[in-house]
Nanobody, 122 residues
Framework: QVQLVESGGGLVQAGGSLRLSCAAS????????MGWFRQAPGKEQEFVAA????????NYADSVKGRFIISRDNAKNTVYLQMNSLKPGDTAVYYC???????????????WGQGTQVTVSS
């Protein structure tokens, strides 16, 4: 089990950028694929992006492809989500999570952070 803590959320205007960070505790961070999910009020939880344990493979939801970039620094036990060209539709609580392998299904992720709020104003 790994403990995850997100940070970097906040209020930003449409067209702006924001970088989320997810810090992991423990010594086994390298063994996990990492993903970002989001949930807006009244909507289903949505997959955003994922990255393999090595960082060599990534996966993005169509809604964020070309705008968001996921990366990780295993030496720092941290995964990042760089969000560019933000839209009001990106407003949601963003969660990071850990999985044994690269996956897009929330059911594959075993450990979750508490979430961080991202609000994009028009």
């Amino acid at each position: 089990q790994v403990q995850l803590v997100e940070s970097g959320g906040g209020l930003v205007q449409a067209g702006g950028s924001l970088r989320l960070s997810c810090a992991a505790s423990g010594r086994a961070f390298r063994a996990y694929a990492m993903g970002w999910f989001r949930q807006a009020p009244g909507k289903e939880q949505e997959f955003v992006a994922a990255i393999s344990w090595s960082g060599g493979n990534t996966n993005y939801a169509d809604s964020v492809k070309g705008r968001f970039i996921i990366s990780r620094d295993n030496a720092k036990n941290t995964v990042y989500l760089q969000m560019n060209s933000l839209k009001p539709g990106d407003t949601a609580v963003y969660y990071c999570a850990a999985a044994p392998f690269l996956a897009t299904s929330a059911s594959e992720y075993k450990d979750w952070g508490q979430g961080t709020q991202v609000t994009v104003s028009s």
